[in-house]
Protein backbone atom coordinates (compact mmCIF):
# COMPACT_ATOMS: atom_id res chain seq x y z
CA UNK A 1 0.00 0.00 0.00
CA UNK A 2 1.53 3.23 -1.17
CA UNK A 3 2.14 5.31 1.66
CA UNK A 4 0.45 9.20 1.62
CA UNK A 5 3.41 11.81 1.63
CA UNK A 6 1.23 15.14 0.49
CA UNK A 7 1.21 17.71 2.91
CA UNK A 8 -1.68 17.76 5.56
CA UNK A 9 -4.60 20.61 4.83
CA UNK A 10 -4.16 23.70 5.98
CA UNK A 11 -7.81 23.11 7.83
CA UNK A 12 -6.79 20.48 9.98
CA UNK A 13 -6.42 19.78 13.93
CA UNK A 14 -3.93 18.12 15.97
CA UNK A 15 -5.24 14.98 17.76
CA UNK A 16 -3.09 14.05 21.24
CA UNK A 17 -3.45 10.82 22.42
CA UNK A 18 -1.75 8.91 24.80
CA UNK A 19 1.92 9.34 23.51
CA UNK A 20 1.14 9.69 20.06
CA UNK A 21 0.18 13.43 18.31
CA UNK A 22 -1.30 13.25 14.53
CA UNK A 23 -2.92 15.87 11.71
CA UNK A 24 -6.35 14.66 10.72
CA UNK A 25 -8.20 16.66 8.30
CA UNK A 26 -11.28 18.52 9.86
CA UNK A 27 -13.36 18.17 7.26
CA UNK A 28 -13.06 14.26 7.82
CA UNK A 29 -14.21 15.05 11.47
CA UNK A 30 -17.15 17.09 11.38
CA UNK A 31 -19.77 16.77 8.42
CA UNK A 32 -22.78 18.22 8.56
CA UNK A 33 -26.07 17.31 5.54
CA UNK A 34 -26.12 20.20 3.20
CA UNK A 35 -23.11 22.02 4.33
CA UNK A 36 -19.74 21.59 3.00
CA UNK A 37 -17.09 20.09 5.14
CA UNK A 38 -14.19 22.39 4.47
CA UNK A 39 -17.01 25.41 5.55
CA UNK A 40 -17.70 23.81 8.41
CA UNK A 41 -14.29 22.90 9.23
CA UNK A 42 -12.96 26.18 8.69
CA UNK A 43 -15.51 27.79 11.01
CA UNK A 44 -14.74 25.13 13.41
CA UNK A 45 -10.63 25.81 13.03
CA UNK A 46 -11.49 29.62 14.05
CA UNK A 47 -13.11 28.94 16.90
CA UNK A 48 -10.66 26.41 18.46
CA UNK A 49 -7.99 29.36 17.19
CA UNK A 50 -9.66 32.27 19.31
CA UNK A 51 -10.02 30.14 22.08
CA UNK A 52 -6.20 29.04 22.18
CA UNK A 53 -6.18 33.16 22.04
CA UNK A 54 -7.88 33.53 24.70
CA UNK A 55 -6.11 31.23 27.28
CA UNK A 56 -2.49 32.28 26.17
CA UNK A 57 -3.96 36.25 27.41
CA UNK A 58 -4.67 35.14 31.00
CA UNK A 59 -1.74 34.94 33.15
CA UNK A 60 -0.92 32.68 35.23
CA UNK A 61 -0.22 33.64 38.85
CA UNK A 62 1.72 32.41 41.94
CA UNK A 63 0.71 34.31 45.14
CA UNK A 64 2.81 34.17 48.01
CA UNK A 65 0.56 35.50 50.56
CA UNK A 66 -3.06 34.35 52.06
CA UNK A 67 -4.05 38.42 51.22
CA UNK A 68 -3.05 38.64 47.97
CA UNK A 69 -4.73 35.61 47.45
CA UNK A 70 -7.84 36.83 48.74
CA UNK A 71 -7.76 40.10 47.08
CA UNK A 72 -7.16 38.24 43.66
CA UNK A 73 -9.75 36.25 44.07
CA UNK A 74 -12.07 39.46 44.56
CA UNK A 75 -11.01 41.32 42.08
CA UNK A 76 -11.89 38.13 39.25
CA UNK A 77 -8.51 36.68 38.83
CA UNK A 78 -8.82 33.14 40.85
CA UNK A 79 -9.09 31.39 37.96
CA UNK A 80 -5.55 32.63 36.93
CA UNK A 81 -3.49 31.46 40.01
CA UNK A 82 -1.89 28.24 39.76
CA UNK A 83 -0.02 27.95 42.82
CA UNK A 84 -0.54 29.75 46.74
CA UNK A 85 1.05 29.01 50.28
CA UNK A 86 -0.35 26.56 52.39
CA UNK A 87 -1.87 29.63 54.34
CA UNK A 88 -3.73 30.23 51.74
CA UNK A 89 -7.45 28.70 52.73
CA UNK A 90 -10.04 31.55 52.04
CA UNK A 91 -11.86 31.58 49.84
CA UNK A 92 -12.83 27.96 49.22
CA UNK A 93 -11.42 27.71 45.97
CA UNK A 94 -7.86 28.25 47.00
CA UNK A 95 -8.04 25.16 48.83
CA UNK A 96 -7.89 23.78 45.59
CA UNK A 97 -4.66 25.27 44.27
CA UNK A 98 -0.79 23.71 44.14
CA UNK A 99 0.78 24.71 47.47
CA UNK A 100 4.51 25.66 47.15
CA UNK A 101 5.32 26.09 50.86
CA UNK A 102 4.96 28.68 53.41
CA UNK A 103 5.06 32.12 54.03
CA UNK A 104 8.84 32.31 55.03
CA UNK A 105 10.13 29.27 52.51
CA UNK A 106 9.13 27.77 48.67
CA UNK A 107 9.44 25.04 46.97
CA UNK A 108 11.56 26.63 43.48
CA UNK A 109 11.52 23.11 41.45
CA UNK A 110 7.60 23.24 41.78
CA UNK A 111 6.92 26.59 40.61
CA UNK A 112 9.28 26.35 37.90
CA UNK A 113 7.68 23.25 36.76
CA UNK A 114 3.84 25.81 37.33
CA UNK A 115 5.61 27.87 34.68
CA UNK A 116 4.07 31.16 36.11
CA UNK A 117 3.91 34.53 34.63
CA UNK A 118 4.48 36.45 37.69
CA UNK A 119 5.43 35.79 41.43
CA UNK A 120 3.14 37.78 43.70
CA UNK A 121 5.65 38.36 47.15
CA UNK A 122 4.48 40.25 50.46
CA UNK A 123 6.76 41.96 53.17
CA UNK A 124 7.47 37.94 54.44
CA UNK A 125 8.79 36.94 51.85
CA UNK A 126 12.81 36.41 51.68
CA UNK A 127 14.22 39.07 49.08
CA UNK A 128 16.67 36.02 48.33
CA UNK A 129 13.73 33.85 47.06
CA UNK A 130 12.73 36.24 44.74
CA UNK A 131 16.10 37.10 43.46
CA UNK A 132 16.09 33.87 43.23
CA UNK A 133 12.80 33.38 41.01
CA UNK A 134 14.55 36.56 38.75
CA UNK A 135 17.77 34.58 37.60
CA UNK A 136 14.97 31.62 36.08
CA UNK A 137 13.66 34.41 34.38
CA UNK A 138 10.53 34.77 36.65
CA UNK A 139 8.81 38.08 36.67
CA UNK A 140 8.02 39.18 40.47
CA UNK A 141 5.87 41.70 41.85
CA UNK A 142 6.13 43.42 45.84
CA UNK A 143 3.89 44.35 48.02
CA UNK A 144 5.09 45.03 51.79
CA UNK A 145 2.31 44.95 54.32
CA UNK A 146 -0.19 47.81 54.12
CA UNK A 147 -0.48 49.60 56.98
CA UNK A 148 -3.49 51.82 55.78
CA UNK A 149 -6.82 51.41 54.50
CA UNK A 150 -5.68 53.51 51.85
CA UNK A 151 -2.76 52.03 50.99
CA UNK A 152 -4.88 48.69 51.27
CA UNK A 153 -6.93 50.27 48.10
CA UNK A 154 -3.84 50.70 46.30
CA UNK A 155 -2.62 47.38 46.53
CA UNK A 156 -5.82 45.97 45.41
CA UNK A 157 -5.79 48.83 42.55
CA UNK A 158 -2.12 47.71 41.74
CA UNK A 159 -3.33 44.09 41.49
CA UNK A 160 -6.23 45.30 38.59
CA UNK A 161 -3.60 46.44 37.03
CA UNK A 162 -0.66 43.43 37.05
CA UNK A 163 -3.67 40.96 36.11
CA UNK A 164 -5.71 43.07 33.52
CA UNK A 165 -8.92 43.32 35.92
CA UNK A 166 -8.55 47.51 36.08
CA UNK A 167 -12.31 47.29 36.28
CA UNK A 168 -13.21 44.82 39.07
CA UNK A 169 -10.52 46.03 41.28
CA UNK A 170 -11.95 49.61 41.35
CA UNK A 171 -15.51 48.62 41.62
CA UNK A 172 -14.22 46.67 44.43
CA UNK A 173 -12.33 49.60 45.88
CA UNK A 174 -15.58 51.72 45.27
CA UNK A 175 -18.26 49.44 46.79
CA UNK A 176 -15.30 49.11 49.98
CA UNK A 177 -15.07 52.95 49.96
CA UNK A 178 -18.96 53.94 50.00
CA UNK A 179 -19.53 51.18 52.59
CA UNK A 180 -17.33 52.87 54.79
CA UNK A 181 -18.94 56.29 54.31
CA UNK A 182 -22.08 55.44 54.73
CA UNK A 183 -20.87 53.56 58.22
CA UNK A 184 -19.21 57.20 58.89
CA UNK A 185 -22.61 59.10 58.11
CA UNK A 186 -24.61 56.81 60.50
CA UNK A 187 -22.48 57.32 63.39
CA UNK A 188 -21.62 61.03 62.96
CA UNK A 189 -22.44 63.15 66.00
CA UNK A 190 -22.37 60.27 68.21
CA UNK A 191 -19.67 59.63 71.08
CA UNK A 192 -16.48 58.37 70.62
CA UNK A 193 -16.07 54.35 71.78
CA UNK A 194 -12.70 53.39 72.99
CA UNK A 195 -11.82 50.32 71.59
CA UNK A 196 -9.25 47.62 72.16
CA UNK A 197 -8.61 45.39 69.53
CA UNK A 198 -5.74 42.48 70.82
CA UNK A 199 -4.17 40.45 67.82
CA UNK A 200 -1.74 38.40 69.60
CA UNK A 201 -1.54 36.97 72.76
CA UNK A 202 1.93 35.60 73.63
CA UNK A 203 3.60 38.29 73.51
CA UNK A 204 0.13 40.38 73.85
CA UNK A 205 -0.11 43.11 71.18
CA UNK A 206 -2.89 45.22 70.48
CA UNK A 207 -3.48 47.38 67.28
CA UNK A 208 -1.87 50.76 66.76
CA UNK A 209 -3.30 53.63 65.13
CA UNK A 210 -1.20 53.02 62.08
CA UNK A 211 -2.84 50.58 61.04
CA UNK A 212 -6.02 49.63 58.70
CA UNK A 213 -7.89 48.15 60.85
CA UNK A 214 -7.57 51.80 63.29
CA UNK A 215 -8.82 53.22 60.33
CA UNK A 216 -11.92 51.45 60.33
CA UNK A 217 -12.57 51.81 64.20
CA UNK A 218 -12.62 55.59 63.36
CA UNK A 219 -15.20 55.31 60.96
CA UNK A 220 -16.91 52.95 62.58
CA UNK A 221 -17.16 55.71 66.04
CA UNK A 222 -14.37 54.11 68.00
CA UNK A 223 -11.07 55.47 68.90
Same mark, same amino acid.
Given at each position: ?????????? /?????????? $?????????????? @???? @????? /???????? /?????????????????????????????? @?????? $?? =????? &??????????????? &???????????????? =???? @???????????? =??????????? $??? /???????? =????????????? &??????????????? &??????????????????????????? $?????
Amino acid at each position: MKRNTSPPSP /LSMRIHGEGE $CSLVPLSTVFRWRG @VGGE @VLAAL /LLMLFSLS /LHADTNRPRIISLGPVITEELFSIGAGSEI @VGVTTY $CI =HPEAA &KKIERIGDLLTMNTE &KILRLRPDIVIATGLT =HPER @VATLKRYGIASA =HFPQASTYGEM $CER /LLALGRIT =HHENEASAVVASS &KKRLSDIERTVKGRG &KKRVLVEIGISPLFAVTTNSYINDIIS $CAGGM
